[in-house]
């Protein structure tokens, strides 16, 4: 993830001291929402993205787990799911992210929450928003969710609801986020980059600022799962979108209004706006080089910093590497499958700079980008060390 927020404007958010090893000072934020101070960035524990169930009530085009409103079988009972997170809070990982499908249709959800706050977990909801009611919001804020993250994918109705695929689904979205927001549960907004998503961005930043929104985080595009046939966006586009991103963020700082704007899944992003910053000759320029390289990037994302366990219990290296397990949960502990290298593709993602082939070996910025999205290059290329397809900056602009 690159915080715009943070790195352009200057905003502390609960996560900085977790991102860019920095203490905050200017906010106070309660304790479920706080992520520990880390050491360094190589040090980390991973934040566990845990898909739950792979049943959802939508069928959207870009969905990397291919899900369907049914039921599934072999997914983890409760009282497995119970000894996972005692694993997980033994392990002191940063976070557990639900996600789906859409967790929300797991009935023990509520319950898992709850355990997981027990045990001094970070619990984030990732959903599509259509099942949070007043009492479902109500609920969430009561098990101290840090974070709701809900998907919407276009401002305008028609446009989300062919990409979710069930008519409606936009209105009902924007009541799980206005209940959310009723409430005082923290919610964000999540939006898939795609060669149509990235032209309304204003639209949604207009929607943000409308409804009260506290967070965004625009995904790039792996074509994984549903998402394979979607088309990514050029390297002009890329650059449009950021441009819009960055600005929009600025004008929200300016007005004085505090959200956290990210971007995830490309860390040539980091890149970019260092680059805007010193052209614009801003007085943090250099700050921010510094925090970016710290952060590492991709070296300390998938593999490292974030990890995936899906429906059935396997482990991957991210929730967009469902290509490849390297374990079990059922079979041994989610810290001993983490922890073991003896697996040449986890050993590399834990040191994978020497491995980075063609433009990413002798580019200027591979110490603060770390070579971009694994999976988003496997999948394209076949080969997990080839350059991310997705980074859109010029052979000139990275030259040593």
């Known amino acids: 993830m690159i915080d715009i927020s943070v ?12 991102r860019y090893g920095r203490t905050i000072t200017e906010i106070d934020p309660p304790e479920h929402q706080r992520m520990r101070l880390a050491k360094s960035a190589s040090e980390r524990r991973p934040i566990v993205v845990w898909n739950l169930t792979r049943t959802c009530n939508l069928k959207c085009q870009h969905c990397y787990t291919d899900s369907s409103n049914r039921r599934y079988s072999g997914e983890l009972n409760t009282e497995e799911c119970r000894a996972v997170l005692d694993d997980l809070a033994d392990f002191r990982v940063p976070a557990v992210l639900f996600s789906g499908g859409e967790p929300l249709t797991r009935p023990d959800l509520y319950e898992l929450a709850a355990y997981a706050r027990s045990k001094g977990l970070h619990v984030v909801l990732s959903t599509n928003g259509t099942l949070i009611d007043r009492s479902a919001a109500e609920r969430l804020k009561e098990l101290q969710f840090a974070y709701v993250g809900i998907s919407l994918d276009s401002a305008f109705p028609e446009v989300h609801d062919r990409f979710r695929g069930v008519s409606g689904a936009y209105e009902r979205t924007m009541r799980g986020f206005r209940h959310c927001v009723e409430v005082g549960q923290k919610v964000g907004l999540r939006l898939t980059l795609t060669r149509e998503t990235c032209e309304n961005l204003d639209d949604i930043f207009d929607l943000i600022e409308r409804e009260g929104i506290n967070r965004a985080c625009f995904y790039h595009l792996c074509p994984s799962g549903r998402g394979k046939d979607l088309y990514r ?5 890329s650059r449009r979108a950021m441009d819009t991103i960055f600005e ?45 390289e710290w952060n590492g990037g991709a070296r300390y994302s998938s593999g490292v910093g974030i990890s995936n366990i899906d429906f059935n219990g396997d482990v991957h290296a ?9 374990g079990n949960v059922r079979e041994r502990p989610f810290s001993e499958i983490w922890q073991d290298t003896t697996d040449e593709i986890m050993a590399g993602l834990k040191e994978r700079l020497g491995l980075l082939g063609g433009r990413c070996a002798d580019c200027q910025y591979l110490n603060l980008c770390g070579g971009g999205l694994r999976a988003r290059a496997e999948v394209v290329t076949g080969d997990p060390w080839a350059p991310d397809p997705g980074c859109y900056l010029s052979d000139e602009e990275i030259a040593a």
Do not use: W
């Open 7 to 18: 790195l352009y404007c200057g905003l502390e958010t609960p996560s900085t001291p977790h």
């Open 233 to 237: 966006m050029d390297p002009e586009q």
């Open 248 to 292: 929009r963020t600025r004008q929200l700082n300016a007005d004085g209004r505090r959200v956290e704007i990210l971007t995830v899944d490309n860390h040539c992003d980091g890149a970019y706006l260092h680059r805007k910053m010193q052209a614009e000759s801003h007085p943090r320029a250099d700050q921010v080089r510094e925090m970016l």
């Open 318 to 326: 991210d929730q967009f590497s469902m290509f490849r397990t390297f």
